[in-house]
């Protein structure tokens, strides 16, 4: 797991900016959906080429997370990657931004059906989750899922991200949902990387400018003051 450090300059400033260190403290599971960004065997199983190994250290978090949130009421998404049809649609990242070597076996990796593809076995997923396909590093991005609508349609307003990686598919997909007008928590214990340092500097960078930032025991407790509120009103 992660050892967790965001920068002190970043919570000093919202601190002073906001007055408590987390904007989304009380959170309407309702309106709360859990999306898990990419735990596939692609970036999960060993010897995979894009394996993440602390990836597998953040399972129980996340699955923790999901009973917690439909227990309330929530939603979850799982989001895996997918490459049909982007040889052409992306081929500037595949041309010029990974090894001829090291493209054919990502395409082909995470080609519908193949082993790539698949669910991390270990994921507690549900007959009532949502499980959909994105082509881009953000879900969120045009053409690349329809995760927008999907959330929509179920009446989300916030957003727990969760997954791997930390700082490209995860803080791609938590930076577009921000620009969309959803309120966003990176699940800072529900997240991996290769390192330490990459994991954090993207925890503190979203931290404030474009959302929150969590642990999952954080967000329990956020929940339940979201239960809390409603039963009041």
Same mark, same amino acid.
């Given at each position: 797991?992660?050892?967790?450090?965001?920068?002190?300059?970043?919570?000093?400033?919202?601190?002073?900016?906001?007055?408590?260190?987390?904007?989304?403290?009380?959170?309407?599971?309702?309106?709360?959906?859990?999306?898990?960004?990419?735990?596939?065997?692609?970036?999960?199983?060993?010897?995979?080429?894009?394996?993440?190994?602390?990836?597998?250290?953040?399972?129980?978090?996340?699955?923790?997370?999901?009973?917690?949130?439909?227990?309330?009421?929530?939603?979850?998404?799982?989001?895996?990657?997918? $490459? #049909?049809?982007?040889? %052409? =649609?992306?081929?500037?990242?595949?041309?010029? /931004?990974?090894?001829? @070597?090291?493209?054919?076996?990502?395409?082909?990796?995470?080609?519908?059906?193949?082993?790539?593809?698949?669910?991390?076995?270990?994921?507690?997923?549900?007959?009532?989750?949502?499980?959909?396909?994105?082509?881009?590093?953000?879900?969120?991005?045009?053409?690349?899922?329809?995760?927008?609508?999907?959330?929509?349609?179920?009446?989300?307003?916030?957003?727990?991200?969760?997954?791997?990686? $930390? #700082?490209?598919?995860? %803080? =791609?997909?938590?930076?577009?949902?921000?620009? /969309?007008?959803?309120? @966003?928590?990176?699940?800072?214990?529900?997240?991996?990387?290769?390192?330490?340092?990459?994991?954090?500097?993207?925890?503190?960078?979203?931290?404030?400018?474009?959302?929150?930032?969590?642990?999952?025991?954080?967000?329990?407790?956020?929940?339940?003051?979201?239960?809390?509120?409603?039963?009041?009103?």
């Amino acid at each position: 797991m992660h050892k967790i450090a965001i920068a002190k300059a970043q919570t000093d400033r919202l601190q002073m900016r906001l007055g408590k260190l987390h904007p989304f403290d009380v959170i309407d599971p309702a309106k709360t959906a859990l999306v898990v960004i990419d735990m596939q065997n692609y970036f999960v199983k060993q010897g995979h080429q894009s394996e993440v190994p602390l990836a597998r250290e953040i399972v129980p978090n996340i699955n923790r997370l999901a009973a917690e949130l439909r227990q309330r009421g929530g939603h979850v998404v799982w989001v895996r990657n997918g $490459t #049909n049809d982007t040889r %052409e =649609s992306w081929s500037n990242y595949h041309n010029y /931004l990974q090894s001829p @070597v090291r493209a054919e076996r990502r395409l082909k990796s995470m080609e519908i059906g193949e082993d790539g593809y698949e669910y991390w076995h270990l994921n507690d997923i549900r007959p009532e989750d949502a499980q959909i396909t994105k082509k881009r590093y953000s879900a969120f991005i045009q053409g690349s899922s329809d995760l927008e609508p999907h959330l929509r349609g179920h009446g989300i307003d916030t957003l727990l991200i969760t997954g791997t990686a $930390t #700082n490209v598919c995860c %803080e =791609s997909t938590a930076r577009d949902a921000m620009m /969309l007008n959803f309120k @966003v928590v990176l699940v800072a214990d529900g997240l991996a990387t290769h390192t330490d340092e990459e994991h954090n500097a993207t925890l503190s960078n979203f931290y404030g400018q474009f959302g929150d930032v969590q642990t999952v025991d954080e967000l329990f407790q956020a929940l339940a003051r979201g239960d809390q509120k409603k039963a009041a009103a």
